[in-house]
Antibody, heavy 122, light 110 residues
Framework: EVQLVQSGAEVKKPGESLRISCKVSGDSFTRCWISWVRQMPGKGLEWMARIDPGDSYTNYSPSFQGHVTISVDKSINTAYLQWSSLQASDTAMYYC???????????????WGQGTLVTVSS | QSVLTQPPSVSAAPGQKVAISCSGSSSNIGNSHVSWYQQLPGTAPKLLIY???KRPSGIPDRFSGSKSGTSATLDITGLQTGDEADYYCGTWDSSLSAGVFGGGTKLTVL
């Protein structure tokens, strides 16, 4: 069974940097894209970006391009989402999920991580 | 505003059927498969339907999906109180080169 386990909740101040993680187990790490999804408090799902763990090729939503960076460390089967300068508006739950086999048109998200709550407050 | 359009809420009585619509355009639903997700309160989303109408293992056949042109529909029959959740459609947008979701639909089982 494939599992995605995310790092724990974070509380940060505006302007601080942050990196959260998503560890994949139960399958080849490089078979599927890893995507990140934001859910602001009381709001819907927003697709942020995805990465091919094999070669680190990325796609970003225009809404998030330039504000976050995604990466992977293949040696430890882990994907990352990072911010260089957090804003209060980054307060949200962040989910990672696998999104389809690399090299195919599969685009569904499954499975999902449990989520990482990021709170940015002065 | 979300790229895909869903009704904010739907409701029906236990045992009844409900349909949740998802409308898009030629750059997303029109040329990509649609998936549906169920998010129970306080939990991570879960895949319900993929490739328009396929169910992952463990998903009851009370849940079904369809797609026509630039719209998709999730049907839920034999409603149960445990189906109360938020439901999201999702797909890939070739113009944006990005994934997109609908705004979500809150299902209430009266």
């Amino acid at each position: 069974e494939v599992q995605l386990v995310q790092s724990g909740a974070e509380v940060k101040k505006p302007g601080e940097s942050l990196r959260i993680s998503c560890k994949v187990s139960g399958d080849s790490f490089t078979r599927c894209w890893i995507s990140w999804v934001r859910q602001m408090p009381g709001k819907g799902l927003e697709w942020m970006a995805r990465i091919d763990p094999g070669d680190s090729y990325t796609n970003y939503s225009p809404s998030f391009q330039g504000h976050v960076t995604i990466s992977v460390d293949k040696s430890i089967n882990t994907a990352y989402l990072q911010w260089s300068s957090l804003q209060a508006s980054d307060t949200a739950m962040y989910y990672c999920a696998r999104q389809g086999l690399v090299g195919t048109t599969e685009n569904w998200l499954d499975p999902w991580g449990q989520g990482t709550l990021v709170t940015v407050s002065s | 505003q979300s790229v895909l359009t869903q009704p904010p809420s739907v409701s029906a009585a236990p045992g009844q059927k409900v349909a949740i619509s998802c409308s898009g355009s030629s750059s997303n639903i029109g040329n990509s498969h649609v998936s549906w997700y169920q998010q129970l309160p306080g939990t991570a989303p879960k895949l319900l339907i993929y490739e328009n109408n396929k169910r992952p293992s463990g998903i009851p056949d009370r849940f079904s999906g369809s797609k026509s042109g630039t719209s998709a529909t999730l049907d839920i029959t034999g409603l149960q109180t445990g189906d109360e959740a938020d439901y999201y459609c999702g797909t890939w947008d070739s113009s944006l080169s990005a994934g997109v979701f609908g705004g979500g639909t809150k299902l209430t089982v009266l």
